[in-house]
């Protein structure tokens, strides 16, 4: 619980930040379409953002209702004006524009309008290149979504690009977000919605800029065929500007999590003459849909195939402990994961996944679900937003999910399961799972309760090197690779995933110049339980150099930590490692009795406050035989923005120490 509380610190200290980056700015912007001037062709990027690949010189939005022609109902219109200045070549793909349209039965989302032109500054005139018939493209990609791609011409370093458009959406629950900060600097960034007073929205907001937010009410008319409707709508207001590009940075979950952006999701609906309908204003009513949804609650209810599998799996097992392994066993290893992370199943019925031997994530962990709940197996899913999607906020908000494992209990043990690896043992859930936290559902209840998903095990990776180094200096001997938990998960899926055993061998080879291997042997694959353990003979050339009579080379070979990987001065967002882990690495060498040590380095340790990582680093030799033993552990897997300084120190000094070298002098 110590680190959900602070992971909660710390995204307070990031509400707190963002706050406290107020700043004044303009009166709203007004962009005429077409209308370039030619001072926007010497606009750049300053100083982080120096080197920026393209500039947004604006970005505007609007977002309104209308009642519909076609269904009489109230549709959301969302109108954008953003136009970009190309600065060099890496910037070209900026004057391409996909969007993406759903359908479903007679709902659909479509683009009203476009209008989009390449701008180029020959000498003195602006030469305009507008878009093509042709460059315009419609890809399907499934039942329910189509992708339109869009292309201007003529586009080079220097151009300025404009896209203008207007989209039409009959789904209202979850209205247009929109990001005021992108990958590159942003001038000035204006978004505007104005919503009837029969709607209400969770608005979620995020990041780090103050985004000025601005509310009214203002009286709007609504026509349609059937007459006009007058009512009162409230209109958000947001605008920034001179806003930095989004940086990248390692060991986090989704930059989505840090980037300012604001986003609605419908709450409750009180139109004129229709019944009052909450839709996400609680979890109980967020869990009472899911009951009844057909690719949830109804799906886990459909007990039928479940009951006539389920022989055939346990068999003679009696003991829950036993039934549940046997059951986790079978889904595995029965159900291949398509890759996607769902929150829903892609059938209505489990024969179908099951004869299909192919699903989602939802498809596979429901599915699992529903056999164990078969078995008398109290079992309960789990909503959780994976690592790529971003953080849940906290607050009811279905739409902000999307995925789903499951919690078994036996006794006193809470068992999390997640079925889309054939490697995942008990406990053991995909890596884009690791998020902190997931949501666990009471169906029959209606209830919902937050739980920890943090990986309490140390993953670790035990490498030792037993070598003899001749007088030509080759080193040779044996090599003994073992690791736990998700460094074995990871071990095991690279292997799985390789060719043959060939190529695996020849993947890990490759950034470990001078390396042969023979003799490679493979222990406990299938077994769970146990590490997974790695052994071969080697050979390593190349890697000890000679000056005169000296001979000297770094001990740590390929393994050592060549770079720091936390290169800033300061770090506004957490560190976050997934999991917590520990590398040991350990070398023995024989060297002739003609090497005498020269330089040998000496013992370190550094250790965090709270002994939260550490590093240690020794040495020892007798006779013609020497020992190095190098550990590193992380023994949380998140780090605050506040602890930063410490991992980076730490870093550091493992980069100084495991590049030092042994030198041996010859007689």
Not at 563 to 584: G, H, M, Q, S, T
Request: proline share 4%.
């Amino acid at each position: 619980m110590r680190k959900k509380n602070l992971l909660v610190l710390c995204l307070l200290l990031l509400v707190s930040f963002s706050y406290a980056q107020e700043n004044v700015v303009s009166k709203s912007k007004t962009f005429k379409y077409g209308k370039i001037e030619p001072a926007e062709f010497d606009s750049k990027g300053s100083g982080a953002d120096s080197a920026a690949a393209a500039l947004i010189l604006f970005d505007v939005g609007r977002g309104y209702f209308e009642l519909s022609p076609k269904t009489g109902d109230f549709a959301f219109v969302f109108e954008r004006h953003i136009r970009y200045k190309i600065i060099n070549k890496s910037g070209y793909d900026y004057g391409n524009l996909e969007l993406r349209f759903y359908k479903q039965n007679s709902s659909e989302e479509k683009l009203d309008y476009m209008d989009a032109a390449t701008y180029n500054l020959e000498g003195d005139k602006i030469v305009i290149s507008k878009i093509n018939k042709d460059a315009k493209f419609s890809e399907k990609q499934d039942k329910n979504f189509t992708l339109k791609k869009f292309a201007l011409p003529n586009v080079k370093e220097g151009s300025i690009v404009e896209y203008k458009y207007k989209t039409k959406s009959d789904f209202i629950f979850n209205l247009q977000p929109w990001y005021f900060q992108r990958s590159i600097p942003t001038l000035y960034s204006e978004y505007e919605v104005n919503i009837p007073e029969y709607y209400k929205y969770k608005i979620r907001s995020g990041g780090y800029l103050f985004l000025n937010p601005k509310q009214e009410y203002v009286n709007e008319t609504f026509s349609s065929s059937a007459g006009t409707l007058n009512a009162s709508c409230l209109k958000l207001h947001y605008q920034v500007e001179n806003v930095p590009g989004l940086k990248k940075e390692n060991f986090i979950t989704t930059m989505e999590d840090y980037v300012s952006k604001v986003g609605f999701e419908l709450s409750s609906v009180t139109v004129p003459g229709q019944v009052y309908r909450e839709f996400t204003s609680s979890w109980p009513k967020i869990v009472a849909g899911l009951k009844t949804e057909e690719n949830f609650g109804a799906f886990i209810n459909k007990k039928s195939y479940s009951k006539s599998i389920l022989k055939d799996i346990v068999k003679t097992a009696t003991q829950p402990d036993t039934v549940l392994q046997l059951i986790f066993n079978y889904v595995k290893n029965n159900i291949k994961w398509d890759g996607n992370y769902r929150l829903y199943t892609s059938e209505t019925s489990q024969k179908n996944i099951f004869e299909k031997k192919t699903g989602n994530s939802a498809d596979i962990n429901l599915c699992l679900l529903t056999l164990l709940n078969e078995a008398n197996i109290t079992a309960s899913p789990v909503l959780l937003s994976t690592r790529e999607n971003g953080a849940h906020p906290g607050f009811p908000m279905i739409t902000d999910f999307n995925n789903v494992i499951v919690q078994a209990e036996i006794g006193d043990k809470m068992i999390l399961l997640d079925a889309t690896d054939k490697d995942h043992a008990l406990n053991m859930i995909a890596y884009e799972n690791l998020n902190h936290q997931g949501l666990k559902v009471n169906l029959p209840d209606a209830t919902a309760a937050w739980i920890s998903l943090e990986e309490a095990n140390l993953s670790k990776t035990n490498i030792n090197l037993m070598l003899t180094l001749d007088k030509e200096n080759k080193l040779s001997g044996k090599l003994y690779l073992s690791s736990t938990h998700y460094e074995a998960l990871n071990r095991r899926g690279k292997y799985r995933s390789a060719t043959n055993e060939t190529d695996f061998l020849k993947d890990y080879k490759t950034d470990r110049p001078g390396l042969g291997i023979k003799n490679y042997q493979i222990q406990n694959l299938a077994d769970l339980a146990e590490p997974l353990v790695e052994s071969m003979d080697v050979t390593i050339e190349d890697n000890v150099e000679e000056a005169g009579n000296l001979a000297y080379f770094a001990p740590l070979l390929f393994e050592r930590t060549k770079e720091n990987p936390f290169k800033l001065e300061e770090r506004i967002y957490p560190v976050d490692f997934a999991y917590p882990k520990e590398e040991n690495y350990r070398i023995t060498i024989d060297f002739p009795k003609e090497y005498h040590l020269d330089k040998s380095p000496k013992n370190e340790k550094v250790v965090l406050p709270d002994d939260a990582a550490s590093f240690v680093f020794m040495f020892a030799a007798e006779e013609n035989k020497l020992m190095i033993t190098s550990k590193i552990s992380l023994k949380k897997a998140f780090f605050t923005p506040e602890e930063y300084h410490y991992l980076k120190e730490l870093f550091k000094n493992i980069v100084r120490k495991q590049a030092e070298q042994i030198v041996f002098k010859k007689s």
